[in-house]
């Protein structure tokens, strides 16, 4: 377990919901890896976020699915690619991921309370 945090360190992180729009292989990645394009709502738009999430997904389970995102890490770069939020996942018995998403549809944007 990681080390105690206050309710106002957990605030800080800004988890939102939002639903992939486009997904692109991403073959430059060390590791395998999509490329995904996702929807967060007027406020926040569509931003980029690589997720090696290939084990468990193909690109057609993955258009229009909503997941979770923090999106208020700095970008960072990829290789030859700018991943703008971290897509949140956790990793399966044989380490492999498996996406983090809210147990029914809500609007694109809403923050994790």
């Known amino acids: 377990m990681a080390n105690e945090i206050t309710y ?7 988890i939102r919901t939002g639903t992939i729009i486009e997904v692109l292989p991403f073959p430059e990645a060390r590791k395998p890896a999509w490329k995904l394009k996702i929807d967060f709502g007027p406020e926040i738009g569509v931003k980029k976020s690589s997720a090696q999430i290939t084990v468990h997904y193909q690109p057609d389970e993955l258009l229009g699915r909503q997941v979770l995102a923090v999106v208020n890490f700095p970008p960072r770069q990829i290789g030859p690619f700018r991943s703008e939020v971290l897509t949140l996942g956790f990793e399966d018995e044989t ?3 498996v996406l983090s998403a809210v147990e029914r549809p809500v609007p694109n944007g809403r923050k994790l309370m």
């Open 8 to 14: 106002d360190d957990f605030e800080k992180v800004d």
């Open 95 to 97: 380490g492999a991921i």
